[in-house]
T-cell receptor, first 113, second 118 residues
Framework: AQSVTQLDSHVSVSEGTPVLLRCNYSSSYSPSLFWYVQHPNKGLQLLLKYTSAATLVKGINGFEAEFKKSETSFHLTKPSAHMSDAAEYFCVVSSYNFNKFYFGSGTKLNVKP | DAGVIQSPRHEVTEMGQEVTLRCKPISGHDYLFWYRQTMMRGLELLIYFNNNVPIDDSGMPEDRFSAKMPNASFSTLKIQPSEPRDSAVYFC????????????????FGPGTRLLVL
């Protein structure tokens, strides 16, 4: 069975400080993993994805994530938060036969000036 | 490309009325997805189509919900009759299809339709 857990429902950081949004998954097989961002009143937008290539994945707006199979994690990081990063972030895993997406419950990132 | 287009952006209706949500996917995309987002349940996949054919509708909550894709450039999600618990934001998304399967590909989301059933 596939599932994904986002460990924090809310994260608050100051502008200019690092961002860490945590995601753990369970999968019987090597999964495909994604991070999507949703700004207020907008649809979701892909930040980055892992599909069994390099384990360190770079995305848009300075975000990156590292696939760690031994820890079943795919945490999202950014060295320096910007006010425009305030949004909700979703970690997503696809099933081994690629026929379903499993969305995490989301993490709301607040960036303080 | 204009991206995924959804209409209407906002819909307010009374319980018992029929509601039709519309979606135009990105040209050339083989897959189309309908999602529902609520505070209580988060983001839920309702149904998806491949080449206009419904593949998995296991997420459709009940018979009051139906979805069609008469051609590659148009899909509808209909609720009849609507109930207050259907109030949510409904998203349409589309993606390309490859030999690796659709769910490895990026999904492009529309702006959503915010539905309020009174």
């Amino acid at each position: 069975a596939q599932s994904v857990t986002q460990l924090d429902s809310h994260v608050s950081v100051s502008e200019g400080t690092p961002v860490l949004l945590r995601c753990n998954y369970s999968s019987s097989y090597s999964p495909s993993l994604f991070w999507y961002v949703q700004h207020p009143n907008k649809g979701l937008q892909l930040l980055l994805k892992y599909t069994s290539a390099a384990t360190l994945v770079k995305g848009i707006n300075g975000f990156e994530a590292e696939f760690k199979k031994s820890e079943t994690s795919f945490h999202l990081t950014k060295p320096s938060a910007h006010m425009s990063d305030a949004a909700e972030y979703f970690c997503v895993v696809s099933s081994y036969n690629f026929n379903k997406f499993y969305f995490g419950s989301g993490t709301k990132l607040n960036v303080k000036p | 490309d204009a991206g995924v287009i959804q209409s209407p952006r906002h819909e307010v209706t009374e319980m018992g009325q029929e509601v039709t949500l519309r979606c135009k996917p990105i040209s050339g995309h083989d897959y189309l997805f309908w999602y529902r987002q609520t505070m209580m349940r988060g983001l839920e996949l309702l149904i998806y189509f491949n080449n206009n054919v419904p593949i998995d509708d296991s997420g459709m909550p009940e018979d009051r919900f139906s979805a069609k894709m008469p051609n590659a450039s148009f899909s509808t999600l209909k609720i009849q009759p609507s109930e207050p618990r259907d109030s949510a934001v409904y998203f349409c998304a589309s993606s390309e299809g490859t030999s690796g399967g659709s769910f490895q590909e990026t999904q492009y989301f529309g702006p959503g339709t915010r539905l309020l059933v009174l």
